[in-house]
Nanobody, 123 residues
């Protein structure tokens, strides 16, 4: 069982930056790929970014490529999402999720989810 806790969300103006953290409880966290997803009111949950278990592979949604950076520290069992040049369209609840080696963009490929952290970007 893996418990995930997100933090770092908040209310910022367009153009600002935030860093989200996803802290995991399990020592086996390093065996999991980790993804970030987001869900805006009235919309489906959408993929944002993922990082492989060792951190050597990352992948981003086109909408955030070049602005967001995902990274992980397996010693601290934490994954980060650095978000720069935020836009009002980035407003959503952000979730981190842990999945197997083959986990990618589909949320059904992930086994464990955090409770989410709200990010609000004002214009």
């Amino acid at each position: 069982q893996v418990q995930l806790v997100e933090s770092g969300g908040g209310l910022v103006q367009a153009g600002a930056s935030l860093r989200l953290s996803c802290a995991a409880s399990a020592r086996t966290f390093s065996r999991f790929a980790v993804g970030w997803f987001r869900q805006a009111p009235g919309k489906e949950r959408e993929f944002v970014a993922l990082i492989s278990w060792g951190g050597g592979r990352t992948y981003y949604a086109e909408s955030v490529k070049g602005r967001f950076t995902i990274s992980r520290d397996n010693v601290k069992s934490t994954v980060y999402l650095q978000m720069n040049s935020l836009k009002p369209g980035d407003t959503a609840v952000y979730y981190c999720a842990a999945g197997g080696l083959g986990a990618a963009e589909n949320p059904y490929e992930y086994d464990y989810w955090g409770q989410g952290t709200q990010v609000t970007v004002s214009s």
